[in-house]
């Protein structure tokens, strides 16, 4: 006589959170997607690469929401995900078609200085500045976000602005290059 193999029944309670949990990915999504895309549009350089990188974060996140859902900060790490994709993806790129980073162009903003100044910012730099004035994180949040130490944002962040003021020409209490103009100029031309 063989023995049928039955599939246990799912419980309603199960459904119940599987169902809650896809509505709080949802509901994060909606409040987060815009703004890691701007973030990484302008973190990695590129428009279409931001959009990349945080559509594969995202679905990393959804994989794992229930682990994510818990962290202090959500957005930063699918932020993180995503930069590092990014950086991935680029690595490669410059290795298959050493051309690429010369095509590679930022969001056009309406200062077109600042916007050069920030493209010239090294990566490590640009990240904790976009992380710290256009998402408007803490550094608490942006050192979990980039996985290092509360300082070395500190840190990161007096060289990056400091040299955004020197390459415009700027004294240090410039007003095009405080936060809240990075954080206007990006919002309003919806990198």
Partial sequence: MTESKVAPAVGGEHVRDVQLSNVAFATFYELHYADIVRALSITLGDRSLGCEATDEAMVRAFDRWNDVATYNNPAGWVYRVGLNWGRSWHRRANRKMPWSSDQMTLPETPDVALSSAIKGLDI????????????????????????????TVKSRLTVGLQRLRDELDEPEASPQTTPQNLHEESTNNEL
Avoid: P
């Fill in 124 to 151: 490590k730099y640009r990240s904790v500045v976009v992380c710290r004035y256009l998402l408007d994180w803490s550094t608490a949040q942006t050192a979990e976000a980039l996985d290092i130490a509360e300082g």
